[in-house]
């Protein structure tokens, strides 16, 4: 439907909690095409939550479709309303966001999840993921409750300046 403008730190936004979905209706249905021309919009992003894009709801698109580092992949994936089940033990690997374009740092997460959510289609849709897209899911389900990578960083020395490539 749209591609929107991406919130960046220091947005105070950015940082509140998400308010549930409930209902997948026409609001739902407009948020999760806006959130998936968005994300296609950005140059090798692989997931976009619904506070990046200004609205404070819990959902997020996601797609580590070719990701060099992905294993899993669900596809092009949006989820409402999305919780944790379960995760493994957490491995440190390096992360960047679109809403914190000039930093990336070291985060760990764990390299097995299992998330379940609602999708479009108003079902209830779970995913197992691993290595890449366990990351991917456990960085937007963070946006969903207020916290971006920087907050999980393991030190203050996990903390880079992104490298540009021309």
């Given amino acids: 439907m749209a591609v929107r403008p991406v919130l960046a730190l220091p947005d105070p936004f950015l940082q509140q909690p998400a308010a549930k979905v409930g209902r997948v209706d026409a609001a739902a249905l407009a948020l999760a095409a806006d959130l998936l021309d968005t994300m296609r919009a950005r140059p090798a992003c692989v997931g976009l ?4 894009i200004g609205v404070g709801l819990r959902a997020f698109a996601i797609d580590v479709t070719g990701h060099r580092k992905a294993r899993s992949c669900a596809g ?15 491995v440190l690997g390096r992360e960047g966001c679109l809403s914190i374009p000039d930093l990336t740092g070291d985060v760990a997460r764990a390299t097995q999840v299992t998330v379940r959510g609602v999708g479009v289609d108003g079902g209830e849709r779970i995913v197992e993921a691993d290595a890449f897209e366990a990351r991917a899911l456990l960085h937007e389900l963070d946006h969903l409750d207020g916290f971006l990578f920087l ?10 300046r992104r490298k540009v490539y021309r």
Avoid: C, I, K
């Fill in 151 to 160: 907050d999980r960083v393991a030190s203050a020395h996990s903390v880079y």
């Fill in 76 to 90: 092009e994936l949006v989820l409402f309303d999305p919780e944790l089940l379960s995760a493994a033990a957490p």
């Fill in 49 to 52: 939550a619904a506070p990046q």
